[in-house]
């Protein structure tokens, strides 16, 4: 049974801001291909939520890799996935996670 799937503002401001990236620079299909990448990520994230690593114990944050240039970091509350963040690999996630 599928989770029900809830975005923080933190996420869907990562993943928009991805997005229009991507747009800009590749153009509107590249653009359309990742959207499409990250939703059936997250409707599998969403059916086996023990796919991804724990990135951060403590906190019982979980990550999975996207692809080389992008992670999805969640947390799963009860009977729901909550998408925290949407990250570049390439940026520091621990200031943006921990808030150090």
């Known amino acids: 049974m599928a989770l029900t799937i809830e975005w ?3 996420a869907i401001d990562g993943y928009i801001s991805i997005l229009q990236y991507i747009e800009s ?3 509107y299909s590249t653009s359309k291909k990742y959207a499409e990448s990250i939703e059936s990520t ?3 994230i969403s059916k086996f939520s023990g796919i991804g690593s724990v ?3 403590e906190l019982k944050i979980r990550s ?3 692809n080389k240039k992008t992670s999805i970091y969640y947390l799963v509350e009860s ?8 990250l570049d690999n ?3 996630r621990d ?3 921990k808030g150090a």
Do not use: C, E
Not at 79 to 86: D, E, M, N, Q, W
């Open 8 to 10: 923080t503002p933190k």
């Open 25 to 27: 620079n590749f153009g």
């Open 42 to 44: 997250i409707q599998l």
């Open 55 to 57: 990135k951060y114990p």
């Open 64 to 66: 999975f890799v996207v």
């Open 79 to 86: 009977k729901t996935l909550k998408i925290l963040y949407v």
């Open 90 to 92: 390439r940026m520091d």
């Open 95 to 97: 200031a943006i996670i």
